[in-house]
């Protein structure tokens, strides 16, 4: 059985060194469409990432070691970004 740790927080705010984290991970933002939460669950709970960000509502960045093979899934919208072109409401 693999042991999982789980933090949860309202917010994180700490200084990052954006290009040695990019360069060490992937990330991938998915917009859920309304009715789609149980897709995207499904899709996390098959992928475990190494983290999962909500910038706003109803989008999420989900961070990998290495980016998981792509696949079409209805009611989410999925593109690689990076971590300068994340949208925030900030």
Do not use: C, H
Not at 18 to 28: K, N
Not at 58 to 77: A, I
Request: hydrophobic share 45%; no cysteine.
């Amino acid at each position: 059985m693999q042991d999982q740790m789980t933090i949860q927080t309202t917010r994180l705010d700490y200084k990052l060194n954006l290009m040695a984290l990019q360069s060490d991970y992937r990330f991938l933002q998915v917009t859920v469409k309304e009715g789609a939460f149980s897709n995207y669950n499904k899709l996390i709970a098959s992928w475990l990432p190494e983290a999962v960000m909500t910038p706003r509502r109803n989008m999420y960045v989900l961070m990998f070691r290495q980016l998981p093979l792509l696949q079409q899934v209805e009611g989410l919208e999925m593109r690689e970004i990076m971590l300068a072109e994340m949208e925030t409401d900030s």
